[in-house]
């Protein structure tokens, strides 16, 4: 466990050397939380003053929330893992006293943490005190909304590393990287919330575990969703974690099998 934790703490010391990176992202997903605040404002205007439930106060909540996460979750890929297996480098990381998975995702911990403090918490403060939030009506919301917004992160982590994964088999990822980027945006709630999907697409949606990283944290820790409905989602999101965790212990057990490492 210690060097795990080490590992994480590592990753939060590696990310806060970015500060002027860290100014940047502030600045983008501030200026992008206005714009996307201007369209939803609109859409609500335009249909009465509700929208399927969302009021100008909920879906500041629901824009603001998201931009917090967005760097936390890391939801577009990124692909350290499989630039490591294109380069042969993997094979250090399998020799190593750590569990492959559970060391990136100690590390991937860490960097969340740091950016949710640093690129999260000062767009949501940046929103709620120029536009608005909506408070939760009742104090479960934010025991599950951290338990749902920690799933999160791991759900998110642990789909990036199935796709890394992928070099394995395929030393090129960047097809399946941009296919990801297409589907993870709009299905986790990330573009509109979910909700507003027509009843087809809102089942598909449901059937993938995207939702499961943005639009579910932010119903819960929004009071969008509460009591036993909140916990049923975050019993979704467990659900998910497991059956992806399982998944990419074997998807690693069978890539390490197959690696070959050039002069090796």
């Known amino acids: 466990m210690r060097r795990y934790l080490e590992l994480a703490a590592a990753e939060f010391r590696r990310y806060s050397t970015y500060r002027l990176a860290v100014v940047a992202g502030v600045v983008t997903q501030s200026v992008f939380g206005f714009i996307r605040i201007s369209v939803m404002f609109a859409a609500i205007a335009a249909s009465g003053g ?21 760097a936390p979750l890391a939801i577009f890929a990124w692909t350290e893992i499989a630039d490591r297996v294109r380069t042969g480098e993997i094979a250090v990381d399998i020799a190593r006293p750590i569990d492959l998975q559970l060391g990136w995702w100690a590390r991937d911990v860490g960097r969340a943490g740091f950016q949710l403090l640093s690129r ?64 993870v945006g709009p299905l986790c709630g990330l573009f509109v919330p979910i909700h507003l999907f027509p009843p087809w697409l809102r089942t598909i949606a449901y059937a993938t575990p ?16 509460l009591g036993a409905a909140a916990a049923l989602q975050v019993l979704m999101q467990l659900g998910w974690l497991v059956l992806l965790v399982a998944l990419a212990r074997v998807v690693t057990w069978r890539g390490s099998r197959r690696l070959v490492v050039q002069g090796g």
Do not use: E
């Open 120 to 183: 999260g918490l000062p767009p949501l403060l940046i929103g709620g005190l120029t536009v608005g939030l909506a408070l939760p009506t009742s104090w479960t919301a934010y025991p599950l909304g951290l338990i749902s917004l920690a799933l999160a992160l791991s759900i998110s982590f642990t789909l990036r590393y199935l796709l890394n994964l992928v070099a394995f088999w395929s030393v090129d990822v960047r097809g399946f990287i941009g296919l990801y980027f297409v589907l």
């Open 210 to 225: 995207f939702p499961s990283m943005l639009q579910v944290p932010i119903d819960v820790l929004s009071g969008l969703v």
């Open 50 to 70: 509700t929208l399927l439930g969302y009021n100008q106060k909920l879906a500041s909540t629901y824009v603001w929330l998201g931009q917090a996460l967005i």
